[in-house]
């Protein structure tokens, strides 16, 4: 299930904002995309997304599991996009947050079931009823992941995870981040602007 | 001791500004709650001023006896409620389709003229292209061969199939309008992209992320166009079922009635339709309520949406299709305002100015009365929302527990007169200007207007205020060391053209006043649209389409000088700083 950027440009008005991207994330691993701002960074997840605006363009292909994802909706390519802002829906509960990424086979008990196992995972059971509001900002950066998790996509986007949370709380949502990754074995793309959010094994692209 | 006189002073301030903006809310709602109050007597049988001075409830037996009461009031709620749910769905699936794309900017762009166009003049246009005789038939019948016009009843239809058209047409884009700045606060692009990412389709993010947050931020505009659409009687009487009308034009026609005693049938009536909408609105809001309850699975259940492009694209059709009725509406006014003799099936007319020339006389006075009512109510609406929004802003500055409800107040009390149905107050209104000789004045027909034009005002520059960056103030403030200066040059400066778009949207809302006018003026001052109304009952197509398109052209100018005072203000100030740099 390995995720394939091949040969990758991207412009602007013109003007190159990446220029021949090559690389291969196998599963489990993640590529750190490090650069300064408008490098092209937040280009290339949307690229991969498939939400890169019309007055960008490009040319090359992006692989997801041997399928050309090109041309494909973004609701069809299976890829699961983390937010630095972590983007809780308001008008749901957190356990309804939960539920709501999971696929439409599951049935109404498996669903809160899968939920409430999805919040024992990350520590925090028994917040199932409870309002995202009420969270703290780590709390809610491991529901958020969670959350993209149960939607069980192919490759999991992460854009600039950590910079929002304070140093104690990054380093421990780096840690969960990259075990859920390897655990779930599946490619990561991470884009940041800090060489400490690197992991120690894995790939780096520096625009 | 000079600390202690700053402290007095701020104090002093604080509670002065505080009763200022209390004492402008209680004097705006003071017509609104005393016409209410007014219309509760005679509706119990006491209206002194014709005899009836003791109270009874023969009125409402009246009332109830009344030959297809029931029919009238279904369909008051029929049109209403399907005509605010087809606008509502429609505006959101606008909203869905183009949001973000150039269609989005486009359709924005749109907005301030169809919003600015008066019903009045919306409903003779999509006359002109819907009756048997009119620009559709026409067109078919090149094809189909007809000769004579199909005996086909396309307006003033017994089940207000039209009179529902012309409030889709004319309520779509409000919604979309208060959709598109209430939509701002909320992340929408980050939704959109997490959702897809979540494997949601658009339209499914739109229903199941957007729409429960969107919703309660259009909630109160919901409920106007459905209060609205009960009680409106103008369009009602161009293009509603005429047959067994809409309760309130029979209220309407109560009060026209020669028989005074229909009056007091009328003012029972009047509450009567009060409760109506009162009822309604409630039957609205429980129906959200039980929906958020119920509609909870349906949220989580994993469907990430079939038919999602297919719903996408019917509401951009049907968007266009919208704009396309309102073009035609407008050519076909036009058209008409020029016809000497158009017989059917010819597609073209013969001309002539005779139309123009005829009413040329009558119109220059109603013209006269339209321009100084919507522009004395447009400034005086205009200045009042921004001493109120100063006003809002002092107090949450201070960050007292005044800046949280005071702004809450405020806003709520300008839905008030959007909110109740117009005849309803506006009867009560007119009972009290005859029992104190004030009618007929332009003054009170302005004041009148005030409560229409005000909310619709404040509503507009509300959005901008709270937007507004108050570092620039504080900015100028350092600079100039003057607050007048500071807020003329830098407030007003930044905020010059929301204020100038106010200035056309508050005309545009007087110009099309019917009843405030009518109830105001006793028949001594004619606008416009009064002028274009009682033309209905005559059926003079030619009169019409003039008295209709100078409707139409009014606001237009409006907006025309609005959009080129800005642009024009704007570019002077670039170059005057290009000068001085």
């Known amino acids: 299930m390995s995720l394939i950027l091949d040969q990758i440009d991207i412009t602007l008005n013109g003007q190159k904002l990446l220029d021949n991207i090559c690389c291969c994330v196998d599963d489990g691993e993640v590529l750190s995309v490090l650069g300064p701002s408008g490098c092209g960074k ?7 997304c498939g939400t890169l605006p019309n007055s960008f363009g490009y040319s090359g292909q992006v692989i997801l599991d041997g399928v050309v994802l090109n041309h494909l909706p973004p609701c069809k390519r299976q890829v699961g996009l983390q937010f630095q802002d972590h983007l809780l829906f308001p008008h749901m509960t957190v356990g309804e947050n939960l539920a709501f990424a999971l696929p439409a086979h599951y049935r109404k008990s498996q669903r809160r ?25 780590g709390q809610k950066a491991r529901i958020s992941l969670m959350r993209t998790l149960l939607s069980e996509p192919k490759a999991l986007l992460l854009d600039e995870p950590f910079s929002k949370l304070d140093a104690t709380l990054r380093s421990s949502f780096r840690h969960f981040v990259f075990q859920q990754i390897q655990s779930r074995s599946i490619p990561a793309l991470m884009v940041t602007h800090d060489e400490q959010d690197i992991p120690d094994k894995g790939l780096l692209l520096k625009l | 001791m000079s600390l202690l006189i700053k402290f007095e002073q701020r104090v002093s301030v604080r ?55 029931i029919e009238m009031l279904l369909l008051s709620l029929w049109t209403s409620v399907s005509s605010t749910l087809l606008s509502l769905s429609l505006a959101f699936g606008v909203i869905g389709c183009t949001w973000g794309s150039p269609l989005w900017q486009k359709v924005q762009r749109w907005l301030a003229p169809l919003m600015a166009v008066p019903h009045v003049a919306l409903a003779f246009g999509v006359m002109f292209v819907l009756m048997p005789s009119g620009l559709l038939a026409r067109l078919i019948a090149v094809f189909a061969g007809w000769r004579f016009p199909p005996d086909w009843q396309t307006i003033q239809d017994q089940y207000g199939i039209s009179l529902i058209l012309i409030l889709i047409i004319k309520e779509t884009p409000f919604l979309l309008f208060m959709m598109a700045a209430s939509v701002v606060q909320l992340p929408v692009a980050d939704t959109l992209k997490l959702g897809g990412s979540l494997g949601y389709q658009p339209a499914v993010i739109w229903l199941k992320l957007i729409w429960p947050r969107l919703y309660p931020m259009i909630r109160l505009s919901v409920y106007t166009v459905l209060a ?25 026609q109560w009060i026209n009635d020669p028989d005074l005693s229909k009056s007091l049938l ?18 609205f809001h429980l129906t959200e309520w039980t929906m958020n309850r119920r509609l909870r699975h349906w949220l989580i259940n994993g469907h990430r949406g079939r038919f999602s492009s297919l719903w996408l694209s019917f509401s951009r059709k049907a968007w266009q299709g919208l704009v396309m009725l309102f073009l035609s509406g407008g050519a076909a ?62 107090q949450r500055q201070n960050r007292e527990s005044a800046g949280k409800w005071l702004p809450l107040l405020t806003r709520g009390a300008m839905y008030i007169p959007l909110l109740l149905p117009q005849m309803t107050f506006l009867f009560g209104v007119q009972l009290l200007l005859l029992q104190w000789g004030a009618e ?42 003057s607050w007048l200066k500071t807020f003329l040059q830098v407030k007003l400066g930044i905020l010059w053209r929301p204020v100038m778009a106010s200035l056309a949207l508050g005309f545009a809302v007087s110009i099309a006043q019917y009843l405030p006018t009518l109830f105001a003026s006793a028949g001594r ?14 059926g003079n197509r030619r009169l019409i389409g003039v008295y209709g398109l100078v409707q139409m052209l009014l606001p237009f100018i409006a907006y025309a000088m609005a959009f080129f005072l800005s642009y024009w203000t704007i570019r002077r100030g670039r170059f005057a700083r290009r000068l001085n740099s």
Do not use: K
Request: charged fraction near 10%.
């Open chain 1, 42 to 48: 937040s280009s290339l997840l949307n690229l991969i």
């Open chain 2, 266 to 283: 009328a003012a029972s009536g009047s509450v009567l339709l009060l409760l109506l909408v009162a009822s309604v609105i409630g039957a």
């Open chain 1, 113 to 137: 079931e899968r939920a409430e196992q999805a919040l024992a995972d990350c520590g925090m059971s028994g917040f199932f009823e409870l309002n995202p509001a009420m969270l703290s900002g």
């Open chain 2, 15 to 69: 509670s002065v500004s505080r009763l200022l903006a209390l004492g402008l809310v209680a004097l705006f709602l003071f017509p609104v709650l005393a016409g209410l109050g007014s219309i509760m007597l005679p509706a119990f049988g006491y209206m002194p001023v014709l005899g009836f001075d003791t109270f009874s409830l023969s009125s409402w037996q009246m009332l109830l006896e009344t030959p297809a009461l």
């Open chain 2, 525 to 538: 001052v004619e606008t416009v649209t009064t002028e274009a109304v009682s033309l209905v009952s005559g």
């Open chain 2, 333 to 394: 006014l036009l058209i008409w305002s020029f016809v000497w003799r158009w017989r059917f099936p010819s597609l073209w007319p013969d001309w002539s100015l005779r139309s123009w020339q005829r009413a040329w006389e009558g119109i220059s006075e109603p013209i006269v009365n339209s321009l100084l009512i919507g522009v004395t109510a447009t400034l005086v609406a205009n200045i009042i929302s921004v001493i109120l929004l100063e006003l809002n802003d002092l």
């Open chain 2, 440 to 481: 007929g004045h332009w003054l009170t027909v302005t004041g009148l207007h005030l409560l229409f034009v005000l909310p619709y005002c404040f509503l507009s520059l509300s959005g901008p205020w709270q937007h507004y960056d108050q570092r620039h103030s504080l900015q100028g403030l350092l600079l100039s060391g």
């Open chain 2, 228 to 252: 609205f659409a009960i009680s409106v009687v103008d369009v009602a009487l161009v293009i509603g079922p005429a047959n067994h009308p809409t309760f309130a034009v029979q209220i309407f």
